[in-house]
């Protein structure tokens, strides 16, 4: 202090440099303090609940009143005209665009009617329109259970809650019409009062509890796929009264499944050309992302199709979940240092090969289902065709694990592209048998193949009236879906919630 | 300055202090300069050569007396005791371990004897004693070209310097015997004078020609790569004269090359079972490595096979070829972050996938060759056959190129899954199409299969005497081998060099 105070009596100027620009510092660490606390205000106001909410109240838009920044985003699912070779939010004929699944589902509804995925937000809307749930104009009517609506709504959790989960999935699909009224949303993942992650379907808990494990514990990082395994999963519905199960019991992979299902002799349709009887793959995106590298490396579900995003200084999880490949540059760059371009051209050329291998297997499985037909009509026994038809079962169940989830090509393709090398085996190997049954009633050569080049051609072919089916979905449309609109708006205008 | 000297005025000691201090500063920016002045001498005396050595220098002892570090890292190519299921320098017999692949070759000397790769320092040893060289007891006995050797010593760019390209390729393989001395090594890679990299092979060089390419204009770091593809790639004997060509005229990828040898109708033989106009796959190591993620992120085969090493404040190539996995700290770690055994296991997961379809793709060629020759066998016509033997040839084709190669598994596992699936394809329908001709001839039942469990089973099935073969050779390699080490002794003993 000393030799300072001798310097400014020397040079008072001195003096006074430090004397303003000690101010000038203060001021500015000033401005900083109080940028840091209005945003921090500005996070603890953005966080405070104007409602308190119960967990079974189904409507999103009371949750979006407490979090807007989440509910915003989250309605973004509205818009998927980013789809990599399409444009626009319009449905997409996946059997137009490859008429050969109708062939593979001959006799199963899918075969009627399969789009390409939308949003969460059509969830309601799509599951309505779609011909595979029918015209059904009576509660009773129809064909399929109620469990359909299991992964549709948070207006499940909460009928579950009033009628037991058992009872939930009985009944006609129509007859809880009136109840399942609000799109996929907050209640599905979420607690109420602590807005924590939250597994709200029981399928999920108990298939982990049949293997010992208490999902519940799972860290944070695990309900960040947990949450999203609820509904993406491969599944089926077990006995007379439908239980939603997922089938997992010898293992999550391909091959554990299918020994799953052989043991239990089950199917979900008898195939109407090959009289196969199928089952049918669900979208087991979890099972497949869990043996890809990224899962392997540690990621959720989320930190790709959800990545956290800041606005005004509040960090939170973007809702608007969707391919990473229309938001890179808060997903796949957090990691990899590569051009926008660059990282698309890797997964296009993943689902380049995959899709070529999975066309192939498609190709085949046609063959194998119109020349088995074939020799039921040339007089093949039961006996004759068992071994044919455990082949083609397994071959399709195969390509159809494959190819039902959304991202598996991308997700793990080393380990789809394993699985489509089995199926090709398997159909040819079923083609192989085949051939030879068809020599022993005489006919010793190629099949006639029809001429399936479009979804209405295939259609034909295996007996399907789809105009008429239009006809009588419209009909219900106009009629039974305003009915349930209805019903559900009185319902909803009865719910509590206190204004805090 | 005024306001320093007031205080040292003030306070003596500080003056002192500040001398002092200075002193000991200096002292330790001495140590630190010579520290670097010796390491840069260290490093200068080290790349010091001691002998001028003229490019067609065969011995690689000579280029290392002017290389120590390289040369003795390069020696350890000699150690091959780390593969992934088995210890020790022995040959591993992958027939043996695999004796499907006997019956896939039949007719073809790799049906004989078929050993896992070792280093490169044993390429003039193992080329010898294999059975594949036969035994010839003179100059032109033998069926093997001097083809055979382009790829095993730096005495070929020697030799091909002396008689010409195209006659170096022209004779039998015995006729060379004498002058192919030295294992692969300096003069494969280098520029003798600047120790550049440095392409050898004209094969290359004609390849990218043909396609308007000037590979001698690449950079370093593709030259890191390109000096391997010399030899790491598919290639055929073309002609009368077996002069050694790469098919990559319409490309470099499975499907391109298979089209390459269609037009030219080129097969390498004629299989004994099936009469297959077949193609042998080499090792295409340099064109899956191409179609992978690695080379995809720009990495060179020397980056992972060759890492950069560290001694004494010289930095240099680690010449020690060997697997990744065997170094991964200087390997894979440089940019994973994962620990040793993750990314073991990640290699390991993707090797058991493609393994486990490349056995089911083995095994229905296998198949598809055995019904073949009993379709032969019942009668079948030239004309019935075609589409068969077609069949066969791509489907084997596609099954070499996946498993020829040394680390096409990990190099490019999507690439060679996708192709497994279309071998897997193409056998099938081959046995399809032969299970008709079968039944139009009077058998329609599946073919009784031979046992071929063991290699010696396989071997006797496809009518190979090797018991005599083996003792042919031990009469060659007592006789013939050493009079033509003698003979490269006393020329070796005649060549040149400056000593500096």
Redo the contacts between chains.
């Keep these: 202090m000393?030799?300072i105070t001798?310097?400014i009596k020397?040079k008072p100027w001195i003096g006074w440099a430090l004397f303003f620009s000690t101010i000038l510092i203060v001021f500015l660490l000033g401005l900083l303090a109080s940028s840091v606390i209005e945003r921090r205000a500005e996070a603890v106001y953005a966080y405070k609940p104007s409602k308190e909410i119960s967990q079974t109240e189904p409507r999103n838009t009371i949750w979006g009143e407490n979090y807007p920044r989440e509910y915003e985003s989250y309605l973004k699912t509205a818009d998927t005209s980013f789809r990599s070779q399409y444009n626009g939010n319009a449905l997409i004929d996946a059997l137009e665009l490859d008429p050969k699944m109708v062939i593979l589902w001959a006799g199963y509804p899918f075969s009627k009617d399969y789009n390409q995925p939308r949003g969460h937000y059509y969830a309601i809307d799509d599951i309505r329109k779609t011909l595979r749930t029918e015209a059904p104009m009576t509660p009773e009517a129809g064909k399929l259970p109620n469990t359909c609506w299991a992964c549709k709504s948070p207006d499940v959790p909460r009928m579950m809650n009033k009628t037991g989960i058992a009872d939930f999935y009985k009944g006609n699909w129509a007859s809880k019409g009136a109840e399942i009224a609000n799109f996929i949303g907050c209640a599905d993942c979420h607690d109420a009062k602590t807005m924590n992650l939250r597994i709200s379907r029981p399928a999920l808990i108990e298939a982990f509890e049949r293997q010992g494990i208490d999902v519940k514990k799972s860290s944070q990082q695990e309900m960040r796929s947990l949450v999203c395994a609820q509904c993406h999963v491969e599944y089926y519905f077990q006995g007379e009264d439908k239980y939603l199960t997922f089938p997992w019991d010898k293992g999550m992979n391909v091959d554990s499944i299918e020994k799953y299902y052989d043991s239990y002799e089950f199917s979900d349709w008898k195939h109407a050309l090959s009289r196969t009887p199928m089952i049918k793959a669900q979208h087991p995106d979890f099972e497949v992302f869990k043996m890809g590298?990224h899962a392997?490396?540690g990621l959720a579900c989320a930190d790709c199709h959800m990545p956290y995003r800041s606005e005004g200084g509040v960090k939170f999880t973007d809702h608007h979940i969707q391919s990473p490949l229309n938001n890179i540059a808060n997903t796949c760059q957090i990691c990899h240092r590569?051009s926008e371009e660059?990282l698309k051209n890797?997964v296009y050329?993943?689902q380049r090969?995959?899709h070529?291998?999975k066309d192939?297997?498609e190709e085949?499985l046609v063959k194998a289902h119109i020349e088995a037909k074939a020799a039921w009509d040339a007089g093949a026994s039961e006996n004759e065709m068992k071994p044919v038809l455990i082949l083609i079962r397994h071959a399709q169940w195969r390509w159809d694990f494959s190819v039902a989830g959304h991202g598996n090509a991308f997700h793990a393709?080393?380990?789809i592209?394993?699985i489509?090398?089995?199926s090709?085996?398997l159909?040819?190997?079923a083609?192989?048998l085949t051939?030879?049954i068809l020599?022993?009633h005489g006919i010793?050569?190629p099949v006639d193949y029809p001429d399936i080049s479009t979804k209405s051609k295939a259609q034909k072919f295996i007996g399907l009236d789809i105009e008429n089916l239009k006809k009588e979905k419209q009909v219900f449309l106009n009629k039974i879906v305003p009915e349930w609109i209805q019903k559900a708006k009185e319902r909803e205008a009865k719910y509590n919630f206190k204004t805090l």
Tied chains: 1, 2.
């Design positions: 000393k030799a001798l310097i020397e590298i392997q490396r590569e660059t890797n050329e993943r090969k995959v070529q291998t192939k297997a085949l393709p080393i380990e592209l394993r489509l090398g089995t090709i085996d159909s040819q190997e083609r192989i051939s030879r020599a022993s010793n050569k």
